[in-house]
């Protein structure tokens, strides 16, 4: 069988297992890295990250069903685990944004950094509004530093792992895995999250500002110039295929591990049992 003929083998295995369990692992079952160097081209690479993508998706809908039923006090602590994410991905970026040269990406990176930190104004800081949708779920002050351990190391090795590879794997890493994927994981966790009781019977009194800009179009949008933006990084070096492809893939491994750990903590499932 060739390279590619198993690879696409592999990425539809692997998306019906995900949809198999709740339990299904957190790390696809390709492996960008069994990849030849030279195996790879851009038609590739995009059918790579949107498989992976789909099946990361398909897994999070699923897992994600049971919002609706947790006590209110272990929803608080679920929705208070992203805000950790969001401020490594802040920071991140940064760091991924000097190591790119200049371009059409590293410009476009740059805003949306921006965005993030408010355009000068620290009160429409991300985290800043995602603290204020907490607080307004009842989330107390004293509980916004209380990061599970677990994923304080993903985080971590995010950020290790950034500093010491080079610019092509720091794109998939954060620059494919923070717009492509983060958009569509949380419009599933809204969708569930907004039907659980107390969030039915408070919505006029919760501060929805962030999932307004993170679910809505104007993520979407930053989602699609992302893609067009490493689409053409692809065109100009078509060299840093492998290692962006790899990136992605840890990015994806290191993004279902983070939350799995959230449902280990705030809402364990019953393992499937093979």
């Not at 995900?18 to 790879?40: E, G, N, V």
């Not at 498989?51 to 679920?78: C, D, G, S, Y």
Request: aromatic share 10%.
């Amino acid at each position: 069988m060739s390279t590619l003929r198993f690879f696409a083998a592999r990425t539809e295995l692997d998306a019906m297992s995900l949809l198999k369990t709740q339990s299904a692992p957190a790390h696809p079952a390709f492996s960008a890295i069994a990849m030849r160097p030279d195996a790879w081209d851009r038609d590739t690479f995009w059918r790579f990250a949107d498989n992976a993508k789909e099946a990361t998706e398909a897994l999070a809908a699923e897992k994600m069903k049971v919002l609706p039923q947790l006590p209110i006090e272990a929803l608080r602590r679920f929705c208070t685990q992203y805000r950790f994410f969001t401020i490594d991905y802040i920071s991140d970026l940064a760091l991924l944004l000097a190591k790119l040269p200049f371009g059409g990406l590293r410009s476009l990176l740059s805003e949306i950094l921006a965005e993030e930190l408010g355009e000068g104004d620290p009160a429409k800081a991300h985290p800043e509004i995602y603290d204020r949708f907490l607080a307004s779920i009842g989330v107390a002050p004293r509980e916004l530093d209380r990061a599970l351990p677990e994923n304080h190391v993903v985080l971590g090795g995010l950020t290790e792992e950034l500093r010491e590879r080079d610019a092509a794997f720091g794109v998939g890493l954060r620059g494919m895995g923070g717009e492509c994927l983060c958009q569509t994981y949380l419009s599933v966790m809204f969708e569930h999250m907004r039907a659980h009781p107390y969030l039915r019977e408070n919505a006029d009194r919760i501060d929805w500002e962030f999932w307004t800009i993170h679910t809505g179009e104007a993520d979407i949008v930053h989602g699609e110039l992302t893609r067009r933006a490493i689409d053409d990084y692809l065109r100009r070096d078509p060299s840093v295929l492998p290692e962006l492809a790899e990136g992605y893939e840890r990015s994806i491994t290191a993004w279902n591990l983070f939350w799995q750990n959230i449902f280990d903590a705030y809402a364990p499932q019953p393992r499937a049992v093979s």
